[in-house]
């Protein structure tokens, strides 16, 4: 594969190498390449959970007539 790369973005490989953090441009893509990778990976871990409620309602068990709402909290006598 041959890529063409901007100007900008050869300087900034080669100051990467100039500064003794990577070795060669391929070290510099390799450790690129794995950044987005882990990025991607922590995009889906923080994807939207559903609740317990929504699982429920898109499982098998979808129809069943299952009341999910929760009973309302009247409230404790104390005593002071």
């Known amino acids: 594969?041959?890529?063409?790369?901007?100007?900008?973005?050869?300087?900034?490989?080669q100051s990467e190498i100039d500064s003794g953090h990577f070795r060669s441009p391929d070290e510099v893509l390799d450790h690129a390449l794995a950044a987005l990778q882990e990025k991607e990976n922590k995009?889906?871990?923080?994807?939207?959970?559903?609740?317990?409620?929504?699982?429920?309602?898109?499982?098998?068990?979808?129809g069943a007539q299952l009341d999910l709402e929760r009973q309302k909290d009247y409230g404790r006598d104390i005593e002071l």
């Open 43 to 62: 995009r889906k871990a923080l994807a939207p959970r559903k609740n317990l409620a929504q699982f429920l309602m898109e499982s098998p068990l979808a």
């Open 1 to 13: 594969m041959t890529i063409k790369l901007k100007p900008e973005q050869e300087r900034i490989i």
